[in-house]
C-alpha cells in the first residue's frame, strides 16, 4: 500500500453533477461559461439538485420555497447573539448551521423527500444566518428576509438593511453561479465522507463549512484581501510580491489542484473586477490584482483561482473581508447538498486507508520506566 499525497490524481467516486475535463468546467455538462452569462444562481441550484435547468414555473416554485424556508429558527438567531464578538465569521456559521439541525424535526428523516426539502431549507437559510451574524457583531438588529427576491438581493438587503443596487445583485448573483459546484473539492468530499456514514444532511454541511474555511480552500478569498491590503499601493505590488517569491511564500489566490493551466472561473471574476472598478471610478485594487498577476505567472507560472479576482469584486460591492469566504458557503451550498443526495443514492460508507510509517514491534514499558 502506497499513499499518494493529498490524494492526487485518486479519483475517489463517481458524480454526474460537475466535470472539470482538460481544463473545462461544467455544472451538468453545461459549460461554466455559459451558465455565468445566461443563468441566475437559483436556476443554477436547480441544474445541481435536479439534474436540469427549471422552466418558469419550476423556477417559481423554488424562489417560493426559498423565500418561505429563509426566516431562520429565533433561537439561533438569538444564540448568535451569545457568540463573542470576534468571533471568526466561518466558525459562527459552521457553529449556527449545526444548530439548525436541533430546530428541523426532520433533520434525522432520510427520505429523499426530507432530503430535499433540507437541502433547499439549508440554501435559504445560510445567508440569512451570515447577513444576521454580521449586523449583531456590530449590534444591530438582524433584518427578516424578503419573499420573492433572489438570494444575491436578499443577502445584501439583510446585510445592509437596504435595497441593493441591481448591480451590485447581479455581479454577486454571477459570482455564486461560478462558486456553486466544483467536483470533488476538498469541502465537497469532507461533506460525502460525513454523509456516507449515513450521518444526517446537516453534520454533512457542518463538515463542509468547516473544511471551506481553510485557507488553501474557500480561506483564501479572503487570504488574498489581507495580501492587497498589506501591499496598500499600486507602486508597493512588485517589491512586495518580490519579496513574498524570494521568500518562497504562497501567494493566495495562485494554483490549483487540478487546472494547470488557469482556472475558469478567475477570468469571469477578473471582468467582474475591472467592470466595477471602472463603475465606481476605482480602479486600484483591480491594477494592483492585474500587476499581481504579471509577476506571478511570469515569474512562476501560476495562474489566479476563483478566489483571486473575487476579493476585489466584493470588496467593491462594499463587503467587509471575512464574509467573502461564507459567501462562497452561500454559494457550495447548492454544490454540497446536490453532492449529498447524489451520495445517499448510491451510498458506500468511505473508507480509505493509511500507508503505516510508524515503529513496528514496540512493546508497553512499565509507567514508572518511561
Ligand atoms: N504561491 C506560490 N507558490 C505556489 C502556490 C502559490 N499560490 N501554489 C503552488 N505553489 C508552488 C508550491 O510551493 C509548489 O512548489 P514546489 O514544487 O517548488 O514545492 C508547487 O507550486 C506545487 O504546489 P502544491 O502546494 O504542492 O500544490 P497543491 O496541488 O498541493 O495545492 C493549492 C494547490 C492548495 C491551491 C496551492 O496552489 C495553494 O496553496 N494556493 C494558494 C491558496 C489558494 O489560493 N487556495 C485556493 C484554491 S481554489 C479553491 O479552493 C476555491
Not at 447573539?81 to 426532520?106: G, I
Amino acid at each position: 500500500m502506497t499513499a499518494t499525497k493529498g490524494l492526487e490524481g485518486i479519483v475517489a467516486t463517481t458524480s454526474s453533477i460537475s466535470s472539470i475535463i482538460d481544463g473545462v468546467l461544467t455544472y451538468r455538462g453545461i459549460n461554466i461559461d455559459d451558465l455565468a452569462e445566461n443563468a441566475s444562481f437559483e436556476e443554477v441550484a436547480y441544474l445541481l439538485w435536479y439534474g436540469k435547468l427549471p422552466n418558469q414555473s419550476e423556477l417559481n416554485e423554488l424562489l417560493q420555497q426559498l423565500g418561505e424556508y429563509a426566516a431562520v429558527p429565533a433561537s439561533v438567531i438569538d444564540s448568535l447573539k451569545l457568540y463573542p464578538k470576534n468571533t471568526n465569521s466561518m466558525a459562527a456559521l459552521r457553529t449556527a448551521v449545526s444548530s439548525l439541525a436541533l430546530f428541523d424535526e426532520q433533520a434525522n428523516d432520510m427520505s429523499q423527500e426530507a432530503n430535499i426539502k433540507k437541502a433547499i431549507k439549508i440554501q435559504a437559510q445560510i445567508p440569512t444566518l451570515i447577513a444576521a451574524f454580521a449586523r449583531i457583531r456590530e449590534g444591530k438588529e438582524p433584518v427578516a428576509p424578503k419573499a420573492g427576491v433572489s438570494i444575491a438581493y436578499n443577502f445584501l438587503y439583510m446585510l445592509n438593511d437596504q435595497e441593493p443596487d441591481q448591480v451590485a445583485v447581479k455581479a454577486l448573483d454571477q459570482a455564486l453561479v461560478l462558486h456553486a459546484d466544483h467536483e470533488l473539492n476538498a469541502s465537497t468530499f469532507a461533506a460525502r465522507v460525513t454523509v456516507a456514514t449515513l450521518s444526517d444532511i446537516y453534520s454533512g454541511i457542518t463538515s463542509a463549512i468547516g473544511a471551506l474555511k481553510g485557507p488553501l480552500h474557500g480561506g483564501a478569498n479572503e487570504a488574498v484581501m489581507v495580501m492587497l491590503e498589506e501591499i496598500g499601493s499600486f507602486a508597493n505590488v512588485e517589491p512586495y510580491i518580490n519579496q513574498k517569491l524570494a521568500n518562497k511564500d504562497k501567494i493566495m489566490g495562485f494554483g490549483h489542484r487540478v487546472y494547470k493551466n488557469g482556472d475558469p472561473r478567475a477570468k469571469h471574476l477578473q471582468k467582474m473586477s475591472r467592470e466595477l472598478g471602472k463603475l465606481t471610478g476605482n480602479m486600484e485594487l483591480y491594477e494592483m490584482s492585474v500587476k499581481i498577476e504579471e509577476i506571478v505567472t511570469g515569474q512562476k507560472g501560476l495562474k489566479p483561482n476563483v478566489d483571486f479576482y473575487s476579493a476585489s469584486v466584493y470588496t467593491t460591492l462594499g463587503i467587509p473581508r471575512d464574509l467573502f469566504t461564507p459567501i462562497f458557503a452561500i454559494s457550495r451550498a447548492s454544490g454540497w447538498t446536490a453532492h449529498i443526495l447524489e451520495q445517499y443514492e448510491n451510498n458506500r460508507l468511505i473508507r480509505p486507508r493509511a500507508e503505516y510509517t510508524g515503529p513496528v514491534d514496540q512493546k508497553v514499558t512499565p509507567i514508572a520506566q518511561r
